[in-house]
């Protein structure tokens, strides 16, 4: 979907919110994602299922709309922040009430948010790179209004002294700028399917990413199985091919394994796909893999 800015604020804070909830949607039912919900079945998770995460999904699009609508052609101040802060708080408690108190999107908020809010700034009409820089122009602001919470995310950050998602959006998404943009528009255009193409992207992902999900599951173990698991698929040529795609399942049956599921790079592809459905860019990005 490519949004089109000369239209009202209404029907372009429309179309954005429903892009994002799509990005949300394509990702959880993308298929073969090592360790993670898919089309398939559920993954490593216990708790959590395609339906689920569909139902999820549908629950944040009017967060999405708000942020988006409060957003408009704003700039990057305190009482934004404040203001995306606490939209992105009730649509947690949204998402909770529809999953029946199942973590589905946490992660997806703050990241889909922050582009949400910094597309809505730009007027709907700007690069990727532009959105992603103003998204880290806001996640470097305080809020001061932020519940001083002890998540698992942060706990993993902590222990093995890595940077997390508040981290990542600071940088300005550089998983999703540098590796998955860029990986997502070479497969394609090496003849890859899109299915095929997001599942490399998500490969150049988790290449790199210190995934807080995986290690809170299963250590630093988990997350240099994962790293060096992705960078192997890529390695062989990508899901495009035969030997990729072995590489990809070893790769699947190594995480449920270890119990170990990509969130954090899961909620980077939607990202990804937010970004590259509603971004202007003149030209492709370079890859880095």
């Known amino acids: 979907m490519k949004l089109h800015p000369q239209k009202g604020v209404e029907e372009s804070v429309s179309e954005l919110a429903r892009a994002a909830t799509q990005s949300l949607l394509e990702e959880a039912r993308l298929s073969p994602k090592p ?48 203001l995306v802060g606490r939209l992105g708080r009730e649509g947690e408690q949204q998402m909770m009430a529809a999953t029946g108190g199942v973590n589905t999107h946490r992660g997806a908020i703050w990241a889909l948010g922050l582009l949400v809010s910094a597309a809505a700034m730009h007027g709907m009409a700007s690069s990727s790179k532009a959105i992603a820089a103003t998204a880290a122009q806001l996640a470097a602001l305080p809020d001061d209004a932020a519940p001083k919470i002890f998540s698992k995310g942060l706990r993993a950050t902590r222990r093995y002294h890595v940077p997390g998602a508040r981290e990542e959006a600071q ?17 394609r255009q090496f003849g890859a399917s899109e299915s095929e193409a997001r599942i490399d992207a998500l490969m150049a ?13 299963a250590g630093l173990t988990g997350l240099k199985t994962m790293q060096n698991g992705a960078r192997s698929v890529l390695v062989a040529g990508g899901s495009a091919t035969a030997e990729g795609r072995s590489v990809l399942a070893l790769l699947d049956q190594q995480m449920l394994a270890l119990n170990a599921s990509p969130g954090g790079a899961a ?21 880095l893999i």
Request: aromatic residues 4%; charged residues 15%; contains cysteine.
């Open 267 to 287: 909620d980077l592809l939607a990202a990804t796909l937010l970004l590259d459905g509603i971004a202007n860019d003149a030209a492709p990005l370079h890859t």
């Open 171 to 187: 940088q300005g998404f550089p998983h999703v700028m540098h590796l998955a943009l860029p990986q997502l528009r070479r497969s």
């Open 205 to 217: 992902i988790m290449t790199s990413l210190s995934d807080t999900c995986v290690l809170s599951r």
């Open 35 to 82: 360790g993670l919900v898919d089309s398939r079945g559920n993954g490593a998770h216990h708790d959590l299922s395609l339906a689920l995460m569909e139902r999820s999904a549908h629950s944040l699009t009017p967060t999405f709309h708000a942020l988006a609508l409060q957003s408009w052609e704003r700039p990057a101040d305190i009482a934004l922040r404040q």
